[in-house]
């Protein structure tokens, strides 16, 4: 029979690991199941699976816990695909109950098969997904989800297999709207923090393509890797606004920046 556990940190609030875990054993996550209100780790498979085993990954395991990040340590990059999907869902399943999420170095391959597996919740309020690449599409139905998040950051796409250079037409402008005519989300600002399509002007393109169906944006902040790429993207959303397609649509209120 196994011995209970004995909480070697009883007033252990924050755990914060972003390089390796310096525990040999899962107690100080066992002993602070009661009492931790922030957890971020950056782990390798070895002490993921440690945690799944151990029931330490599980939507009842923290009972005040505000605040989640898990992800891959750099050391365990050979791991990140074959078990990132199961990270993923893992990270909304412990953070079930929490306000704020972060998805750390997470690659997912084909996040449409992840999507509906996604445990939705009414109490986030923040989330960081600016290390997992996804296309306007699934970025909309992801945001979507949550009825009372309020900030995203995110890391947007080309959709697989689309290597075009030409700006998108009307009509497929006119279906993505239709798509999404009953979209819900309650985001109201949104930080984009990397993008991956062929050129800038079809980066900011895709962006007022994708705030357009969400009436709750208010700010849009671009937050590339280095200025001039930042104020590239802007520019293209500079563009794209100038088009007859979003003459007086809601998305001209819309603040977008680029950082400084």
């Known amino acids: 029979m196994r011995q209970p ?10 755990l914060d690991c972003q390089t390796c875990f310096p525990f040999t054993t ?14 971020k ?13 151990n029931g330490l990954l599980r939507s009842s395991s923290y009972k005040k816990l505000e605040i989640i990040s898990l992800g891959w340590a750099e050391r365990s990059a050979f791991g990140r695909q074959e078990h990132s999907e199961r990270m993923l869902l893992k990270s909304f399943e412990v953070g ?20 509906p597996k996604i445990q939705f919740t009414n109490t986030l309020r923040v989330l960081d997904f600016q290390e997992t690449a996804l296309t306007i599409a699934q970025a909309v139905e992801l ?29 497929e402008v006119a279906q993505f709207n239709k798509r999404f005519i009953d979209c819900q989300s309650s985001v109201m600002f949104l930080d984009i923090c990397k993008t991956q399509f062929t050129n800038s002007r079809r980066s900011g393109e895709y962006i007022v393509m994708m705030t357009d169906v969400m009436p709750s944006i208010t700010r849009v902040r671009i937050k590339c890797s280095t200025r001039t790429r930042s104020s590239r993207v802007r520019n293209g959303i500079k563009f794209a606004l100038q088009r007859s397609i979003y003459k007086n649509k809601r998305v001209q209120d819309v603040q977008f920046a680029a950082d400084e």
């Open 5 to 14: 556990t004995v909480d070697p940190f009883p007033a252990l609030e924050v």
């Open 143 to 171: 945001l979507s989800g949550f009825p009372k998040l309020r900030e995203a950051s995110l890391f947007l796409r080309e959709a697989p297999g689309d290597r075009s250079k030409r700006m998108p037409t009307p009509e």
């Open 26 to 39: 899962p107690v100080v996550l066992e002993g602070g199941q009661s009492h931790l209100r922030v957890l």
């Open 96 to 115: 079930a109950q929490t306000q704020v999420l972060y998805a750390n170095r997470l690659t997912i391959p084909d996040f449409d098969v992840v999507l």
């Open 41 to 53: 780790l950056r782990m390798d498979t070895t002490l993921f699976g440690i945690m799944e085993s």
